[in-house]
């Protein structure tokens, strides 16, 4: 078989059914076969754009993604993918193709250093010199991606040995003696924790996606209740416990419910998993939580006292240490006074905002909640949108909320509701975005169009890049430096490439618009003409302690 | 502080830079760093001196380097028995007058005069760090011109 030959022969071993990807000059080779293949290749307006469909379908799959693009500035344009990938630990797989390997390092037409390029980038990546090592590689790559802490891991393959001959051989799954992930909790530390669990008054668990990732929501939900505790996650954690028990607090951190993140302060008991302590979640490190002893439970365990000291750190997968856990616990704490307490913030400092002048965000997302039962899945861009996304919506599932977390990339939600999509058909995908994150893969509605991806866009429309608009407002004296953004008409827009649009300027109209968005058997943009000037509230100023909340309190 | 350690990573093209690259991204600095093949010719040994405020940041270190996927093994030396050495050149400013004297600080000292000519001696030393501190210093009395250092090499008891 050829190099070209033996990729996808792997990819199909691997259960890959869908690719996202451009075409080029240095991967003409597999292109030449994806043509006799049975893998479903889509073609994208842009590779940045396939590398979020990449992640956004591995998102909402938990199965690996896979973007594929040629060398130099194909491979570069995956870039964006790729950490973002990286910072959420999502399972991906990159392939890029390479001028041929006497070329390489002469500076050769598209030619770039992408394993220099993504060495801090990717999981791990690989250049393959050798068809030989190719088969190898593949199975190692895809290991690698999917266990431990998942992540992205690229391949980068020259021309000449897409098109090199040799035999094909399927290998085992790799021993790799450098690298051997924990799963197993440590069971001394387990019955540690179990017993500080036990003693403590005041606990809450902290959640984040490594939860989803793990698969450990039902374990979670089962935790959650026989200790009678409460909890509080992530934007990585949204749909990992429902957002409409009576135990959760939503989202904590800097744009976090005020009671979450009062009674994260006051707690005796921080029980971790699959959080890493980051910086939007904390606020002020020294002053985060000072009566609280922390359990952490995670699968990296550089995630572990990085940032908080930690009284017991547990290494391994959250739905085996959880498991563990719960037949360790001998006595659940007695929460009643605890839970009396939290009651009284979330009466006092309940989620709320000014329903009144021009249409608000908010209301157009609890409407798509409304409609949507908490059954669609959602994605978002980054910003104001992302955060009312967040706020306003109750998830009860995991991997119905899909949104790049830790690098914050605009231009994600829409190509990542495109890879939710074709990996489920049959379900109801809305991007939630701004008007200037929306315009920065927009491109994408060729995509979706040419390929039937119909997802629906709900575009907050504000003329600002809103969050930075609000930063500037609130921190910089409303000096609006370069925040008022002007955008194309969304509803001519749409119809020029095929799709549909809808413009809704009235609170009236949301309920009717959303409704026919989500019948039409269409991509759909539709264009929420919003207050311009709605600021995303509870909100911790950068550098405070999570409770020195300003702003939407009672 | 500086902390010593040794990591035995996969000898491939390309793990010294997910190293380096490891601590310049995350702001670790590297005193001295030395490479080379073991017994094994699949696998190298890195000695690598860093510098570290405290003991959470060389726990980081330590972290982040098991975390690559290359690493097959991180020792901190901190507080582990081990030998260290580092060899050193240096060319100091020479006049055959001076050779006595030059010679006698080897008596007290590691090191040896490898070549002299006009005007300046070649001296080689291996020792730990203070015997290579204490050369050093007794040198500086002669004006060292250029010095030339391998980093420390370190092993475990």
């Known amino acids: 078989m050829t190099g070209a030959e033996i990729l996808l022969e792997s990819l199909k071993r691997e259960g890959v059914e869908v690719m996202f990807g451009y075409p080029g000059g240095q991967v003409l080779p597999i292109f030449d076969k994806l043509y006799d293949s049975d893998i479903k290749f889509i073609l994208t307006r842009h590779e940045q754009g396939a590398a979020h469909a990449a992640d956004g379908y591995a998102r909402a799959t938990g199965k690996p993604g896979v973007c594929l693009a040629t060398s130099g500035p194909g491979a570069t344009n995956l870039v964006t993918g790729i950490a973002n990938a990286c910072m959420d630990s999502i399972p991906m797989i990159a392939i890029t193709g390479q001028v041929k390997t006497f070329l390489i390092g002469n500076d050769a037409f598209q030619e770039a250093d992408v394993t220099g390029i993504t060495r801090p980038i990717t999981k791990h990546n690989y250049l393959v010199k ?14 690698i991606a999917t266990s431990g802490r998942p992540g992205p891991v690229l391949i980068d393959i020259p021309s000449d040995v897409q098109l090199a001959d040799t035999e094909f051989i399927w290998p085992e799954v790799p021993e790799i003696r450098s690298y051997k992930p924990t799963y197993f909790g440590h069971p001394g530390q387990i019955k540690k924790a179990a017993k500080l669990i036990s003693d403590s008054k005041r606990p809450i668990l902290y959640i984040g996606g490594g939860v989803i990732s793990s698969g450990a929501h039902k374990e979670l939900r089962i935790l959650a209740e026989s200790l009678k505790a409460p909890l509080t996650w992530t934007l990585m954690g949204i749909g990992a416990f429902p957002g409409d028990h009576e135990l959760s607090l939503g989202m904590l951190g800097m744009h976090g419910t005020a009671y979450a993140n009062h009674a994260i302060m006051e707690s005796d008991l921080i029980i971790a998993i699959g959080a890493r302590f980051d910086d939007r979640v904390t606020g002020r490190i020294d002053a985060f939580a000072p009566h609280a002893k922390v359990i952490h439970i995670d ?12 009284d017991i750190p547990i290494g391994g997968d959250a739905k085996n240490i959880i498991g563990e856990l719960l037949e360790q616990i001998k006595k659940a704490p007695d929460t009643t006074e605890w839970l009396k307490t939290v009651e009284l913030w979330k009466k006092k400092y309940p989620m709320k ?7 608000k965000p908010q209301y157009v997302v609890e409407e798509i909640y409304n409609l949507t039962k908490g059954d669609a899945i959602i994605t ?6 992302q955060m009312w996304a967040a706020q306003w919506y109750k998830y009860n599932h995991p991997r119905t909320f899909i949104s790049s977390g830790g690098l914050g990339t605009m231009g994600f939600g829409f190509p990542a509701a495109m890879g939710a999509k074709v990996a489920y058909p049959e379900k109801l995908v809305f991007d939630i975005a701004g008007d200037g994150s929306i315009q920065m893969n927009i491109q994408e509605l060729a995509t979706c169009v040419a390929n039937k991806i119909h997802v629906k866009v709900a575009i907050l429309n504000n003329g600002y890049l809103g969050m930075v608009r609000q930063w500037q407002e609130l921190f910089y004296k ?4 370069h925040v008022a953004i002007t955008a194309p008409d969304f509803v001519k827009l749409a119809e020029s490439f095929g799709a549909v649009g809808i413009r809704v300027t009235k609170k009236e109209e949301v309920r009717g618009a959303l409704e026919k968005a989500a019948k039409i058997d269409n991509t759909v943009f539709i264009d929420f003409v919003v207050e311009g000037e709605e600021n995303v509230y509870p909100m911790v100023p950068a550098g405070k302690a999570i409770n020195e909340i300003i702003g939407g309190l009672a | ?5 040794s990591v035995l990573v996969e000898n491939k093209f390309g793990v010294l830079a997910r190293v380096a690259g490891l601590f310049s991204a995350r702001g670790y600095n590297i005193a001295s760093l030395a490479v080379s093949e073991t017994l094994d010719p699949s696998i190298s040994y890195m000695t690598i001196v860093v510098e570290a405020q405290d003991e959470k940041i060389l726990e980081q270190i330590n972290k982040q380097l098991n975390k690559l996927i290359d690493v097959i093994t991180v020792t901190d030396f901190t507080k582990k028995a081990h030998i260290d050495r580092e060899m050193v050149m240096a060319k100091v400013e020479y006049s055959p007058k001076d050779k006595a004297k030059l010679e006698s600080i080897f008596d007290k000292y590691v090191g040896k005069i490898i070549k002299a000519k006009a005007g300046i001696a070649i001296i080689e030393a291996v020792g730990d ?17 250029e010095l030339v250092r391998t980093g420390r090499l370190a092993i475990a008891e």
Do not use: C, W
């Open chain 1, 130 to 143: 050798d068809v030989k090592e190719l088969a190898s590689t593949i199975r190692e790559a895809f290991y």
């Open chain 1, 299 to 310: 699968i990296d365990p550089s995630s572990i006292s990085k940032n908080v000291r930690v």
């Open chain 1, 380 to 385: 978002t861009e980054v910003g104001q949108n």
């Open chain 1, 478 to 481: 409303r000096r609006y430096s």
């Open chain 1, 353 to 359: 905002y000014k329903d009144e002048g021009k249409l």
């Open chain 2, 1 to 5: 502080m500086r902390h010593t350690i």
């Open chain 2, 129 to 145: 760090q203070a015997q290579i501190k204490g050369l050093l210093e007794q040198l500086d009395k002669f004006g060292v011109k």
